[in-house]
């Protein structure tokens, strides 16, 4: 079974800057996965939790760009729509739970006044909630969308492929990616409170107001608090 959408020109140009941001964000991705997996020899925490958000990130850009492609065509089979929705909402929100991991972890470490810690015993742990996650919510979804008596569209055939029902996008992928968001934004400031009455470096004032500020600033983009722009 074929869905057919009719497309006009101001549609396929839209469509075709869309691919062309999209393909300059895989190439960036992929050139710091590179960049990582050549500079590190060894694993270390970090660097692994930082690998597996670029590579969530990498397939939920990948998978959005073939919904797009498809789209373009002007017809995409129901199933294979339906795939790439799950594809999608679970790539989503993998992404963001890596950040999360990655935003306990940065904070873990401040109020510990040491270094993330480089062992890796942890990193099985992360992998339950980072990848186990994502994977219930896009199960619950998916078996929503079997069970005929409910009688609940739960995916959009087309043009975009994606969660349609508006409470099971709100249950399985909204509340959850604003929940991510709202504790990255608590652990950022409580980070930065920490970081502003800490008196540890040893330096001018001046000079220790401009560690202090870029530090805060890496923090806030390490913790993934730019997502909570998702609210607007």
Known sequence: MLERHPTDSSTT??????????????????ANIVYIIT???????????ML????????????????????????????ACEAIAAMLQFFFLSTMTWISIFAYSITHAV???????SDCKKFKFYVVYGLGAPSALTLVAVMLSQISQFGIQVYQHGPDCFLENQYVRLAT??????????????MTILCVQKIVRSGSIQSSERDRKIKKTITILKLTICLGSGYILLFF
């Open 111 to 117: 109020f510990a006044n040491k270094l993330i810690s």
């Open 173 to 186: 992928f909204f509340i959850p990616i604003y929940m991510m968001i709202t504790s990255n934004v608590i």
């Open 39 to 49: 500079r590190y020899r060894t694993a270390r925490l970090t660097e692994l939790l």
């Open 13 to 30: 140009e839209v469509q075709f800057y869309n691919y062309a941001l999209l393909s300059l964000s895989g190439i960036f991705i992929i």
């Open 52 to 79: 597996c958000f670029l590579i969530s990130l990498l397939c939920a850009l990948l998978f959005y760009a073939i919904g797009v492609v498809s789209s373009i065509g002007g017809q995409i089979h129901v199933i």
